[in-house]
């Protein structure tokens, strides 16, 4: 009996990192009650994205690092393709997946590669601090609302880390990769 408590545990505390989607304070139970009613409400919402992967990107404008807004159809036009990576300081999954992100970033930017990180942050100091200690070199951008961040809204994104990938067409042809299958995917996109 107790190995079967260890085990569910065990199982309970993987799944629990496996993404972020609870608010930075741990107030996981009621977030998630409150997201269910606000999942039911929009899903009805007029203009509710549905980014799925043959559709075609949303566009949003959020404010980066300094200051500047970063128009999403301004670096979708320029690049082969864009990985809109939804992270924060926070989230320890999404520390934990930014060794693979930098990685992809450094070998496939010169194949046409360009990522546009969103924060999830609150705090500018802890966004500015996380984006330099893990050398993440692409456009960071954030509104500054946490979960009310208006892009993870229009790409209904619940939970973090996530990613879409976007080609120059404006088509999404990937959705919350990771690790390997985010490379096997950029190696495929980027030939």
Known sequence: MTKTIFSALALATVLAFASCNCKKNGECAKAQAEQQVADTTNATTQGEAQA????????????????????LADVVAKNKITMVDFWASWCGPCRMEMPNVVEVYKQFHNKGLEIVGVSLDESKEDWETAVKDMGMNWIQTSDLKGWECEAARLYGVRGIPACVLINQKGEIVGRDLRAEELHARLAELLK
Do not use: W
């Not at 799925?52 to 128009?71: C, E, H, R, W």
């Open 52 to 71: 799925n992967d043959g559709s075609k990107f949303i566009d949003f404008t959020v404010p980066a690092l300094d200051g500047k807004q970063v128009k």
